[in-house]
């Protein structure tokens, strides 16, 4: 079964220095229908304005990755783990038995537009850990790069879960496959740009998600920019 999410059915949230728009129910955006996809729990599109962040607070039990797609984004945490991710970098705090962060907007004088992904972990209350990481972006063009991976396996990010997100950036007319087995589930999320999924149209914003599928299909880069994918490998 394939599910579509598309950019403009998400929550919406505008606070003057936040504006966020949420796949799943998130905060006091609730929709019984799209609580989740599989362990993959939360995708926020969040651009924050200069001066503005989230103050401290808490998490426990979650594997958090945030992928910056303009700006810079500060991070701070209890644990020690600090830092700024810019573009072409990716943030990965596993929350464990419990963690204090913030994260604030980097720069003075531009907005930070990134994606805050959750995934639910398969053990609980493990030691909090943080890693900041930047990936290659020329290693992803046309091809998929492995940004985090089960315990750090295929040279990405340590999740504690079986789970992939792998990313690829697709110029105008140039594709790439993706191959489905019927005892996972995916998530297809286009971060920036313009797609076809097979003859399906995509833009920034807009995802798929695949369950019981099988077979490979083809993702083309469209319009006149290049587009940003991100796709989850998940556990049925």
């Given at each position: 079964?394939?599910?579509?999410?598309?950019?403009?059915?998400?929550?919406?949230?505008?606070?003057?220095?936040?504006?966020?728009?949420?796949?799943?129910?998130?905060?006091?955006?609730?929709?019984?229908?799209?609580?989740?996809?599989?362990?993959?729990?939360?995708?926020?599109?969040?651009?924050?304005?200069?001066?503005?962040?989230?103050?401290?607070?808490?998490?426990?039990?979650?594997?958090?990755?945030?992928?910056?797609?303009?700006?810079?984004?500060?991070?701070k945490d209890n644990t020690g783990g600090e830092g700024v991710l810019r573009p072409g970098e990716v943030q990965w705090m596993s929350a464990g038995h419990g963690v204090e962060h913030s994260e604030?907007?980097?720069?003075?004088?531009?907005?930070?537009?990134?994606?805050?992904?959750?995934?639910?972990?398969?053990?609980?209350?493990?030691?909090?850990?943080?890693?900041?990481?930047?990936?290659?972006?020329?290693?992803?063009?046309?091809?998929?790069?492995?940004?985090?991976?089960?315990?750090?396996?295929?040279?990405?990010?340590?999740?504690?879960?079986?789970?992939?997100?792998?990313?690829?950036?697709?110029?105008?007319?140039?594709?790439?496959?993706?191959?489905?087995?019927?005892?996972?589930?995916?998530?297809?999320?286009?971060?920036?740009?313009?797609?076809?999924?097979?003859?399906?149209?995509?833009?920034?914003?807009?995802?798929?998600?695949?369950?019981?599928?099988?077979?490979?299909?083809?993702?083309?880069?469209?319009?006149?920019?290049?587009?940003?994918?991100?796709?989850?490998?998940?556990?049925?």
């Amino acid at each position: 079964m394939m599910y579509e999410r598309l950019a403009g059915s998400r929550g919406e949230v505008s606070a003057g220095w936040l504006h966020s728009r949420h796949t799943f129910s998130f905060g006091h955006f609730h929709d019984p229908k799209w609580m989740g996809f599989g362990p993959l729990r939360v995708i926020n599109e969040d651009i924050v304005a200069p001066g503005g962040g989230f103050p401290p607070h808490r998490h426990a039990n979650m594997e958090i990755l945030s992928v910056v797609l303009s700006g810079a984004l500060a991070h701070k945490d209890n644990t020690g783990g600090e830092g700024v991710l810019r573009p072409g970098e990716v943030q990965w705090m596993s929350a464990g038995h419990g963690v204090e962060h913030s994260e604030f907007n980097g720069a003075k004088d531009a907005p930070v537009h990134f994606l805050q992904i959750w995934i639910q972990p398969d053990r609980l209350n493990a030691q909090p850990a943080y890693e900041q990481r930047a990936f290659d972006p020329a290693a992803r063009e046309g091809r998929w790069q492995t940004l985090a991976a089960p315990d750090g396996a295929d040279g990405g990010l340590p999740l504690r879960q079986q789970a992939w997100l792998r990313a690829v950036r697709l110029a105008p007319g140039q594709s790439v496959d993706v191959v489905l087995d019927p005892a996972r589930k995916y998530w297809l999320h286009v971060a920036t740009g313009d797609i076809a999924y097979d003859s399906r149209a995509l833009t920034a914003g807009d995802a798929l998600g695949f369950a019981d599928e099988a077979g490979t299909h083809r993702l083309e880069g469209r319009g006149a920019e290049p587009a940003d994918l991100l796709f989850f490998d998940l556990p049925a």
